[in-house]
Structure formats: C-alpha cells, structure tokens
C-alpha cells in the first residue's frame, strides 16, 4: 500500500506581488533566452519564487488580448533581478514606482494547475 500525497504549491506571486511592470515596459526581457542572467523555469521557477516573499516579487502584467496570450502561454518563469545587466535594470526600473534594487525576482507567467509532478534531482539522493 503506497501513500499518495499531492503537492499544492502556491500559484506564485501573480496576483499577490507588490509590483508590476506592463508586458509592453518588459520588453527588453524577451525573449528571456537572450538573456545574459539565470533564467529560471518551469519546477525550478516554481521552487524559487516559492522562497521569496511577494513584496520581493515583480510580476509581467498583459497590458492587451495579444500580451496576455503571449505570457499566457509562456513558461512560467523567474529571473533574479540582481543578475540582470545595468542597462537592463534601468530600463525596467523606469517603469517602477520603487527602486528595481528592492525586488529579488522577476515572474512571468503563473501556475496554470496543480504542481503534482517532480524533478529527477528529488530523487537522486534516494
């Protein structure tokens, strides 16, 4: 007899967040494989945006249909803000009302359903 146990994690920080920069302000984030930071995605994005607090969190927002179809069907995804280029943090931190520096990680997409699934690396260890 096995024991079942489902995990629920949080949906994130997409409606809790304290911040908020419009998908068209966000734009120098995309495509987000350019980037020259960590990019964190899928089970690793949700293990680390479920360490942080939502006051650290900045969240991609859709400012129209198309942009929320796009970050609708973008894998959710964490950035830290502090490995982020200097050019690249000023350009997003135009767009805040406090300083870019005050945040830790940047959410784009949420869960969109239950995160039963696990990572091989649980398991390396078993």
């Avoid at 949700?46 to 859709?62: C, K, N, R, T």
């Avoid at 502090?82 to 830790?104: H, N």
């Amino acid at each position: 007899m096995g024991i079942y146990f489902d995990v629920m994690m949080h949906k994130g920080h997409f409606t809790s967040a304290s911040a908020s920069i419009d998908h068209g302000d966000a734009s120098v984030l995309f495509p987000v494989e350019d980037l020259a930071a960590t990019v964190l995605q899928h089970r690793d994005a949700e293990l680390a945006l479920d360490d942080v607090d939502s006051e650290d969190v900045i969240v991609v927002a859709p400012t129209s249909m198309a942009s929320s179809y796009f970050l609708t069907r973008h894998a959710l995804t964490a950035i830290p803000v502090a490995e982020l280029s200097a050019g690249v943090r000023s350009q997003l931190g135009d767009a805040l009302t406090a300083p870019i520096e005050t945040f830790e990680l940047i959410q784009i997409s949420k869960w969109t359903a239950n995160s039963p699934n696990h990572s091989l690396a649980e398991y390396w260890d078993a």
